[in-house]
């Protein structure tokens, strides 16, 4: 199956969260939060959302962060994802 976002909509997965010690041990799954750092999986086609225009600024393979409480936790074939609107995404990571 394939996740197809609608309007401004984004589905992103989370980058697992790894964290070095000082030394340069890697603790993987440390963190008690999740990270709010993902890569764009599918972009919506954007177009007139809400009565306005919104064209989309993020593509497909973009690395992206996102508000904390934003978007709708998904899971398809064993793969999780989040849904969110473009205007959730704060920035891009280059």
Partial sequence: ???VPLG???VLKQ???EETTKSGIV???QNKEKPQQAEVIAVGPGG????????MEV???DQVIYSKYAGTD???DNEE??????SDILAIIQ
Avoid: S
């Fill in 1 to 3: 199956m394939k996740l």
């Fill in 8 to 10: 401004d909509r984004v």
């Fill in 15 to 17: 980058l697992v969260a």
């Fill in 27 to 29: 603790l993987p799954g």
């Fill in 48 to 55: 007139v959302v809400d009565g306005k225009e919104v064209t």
């Fill in 59 to 61: 593509k497909v393979g």
């Fill in 74 to 76: 998904v899971k398809l």
């Fill in 81 to 86: 994802y989040i849904v969110v609107r473009q």
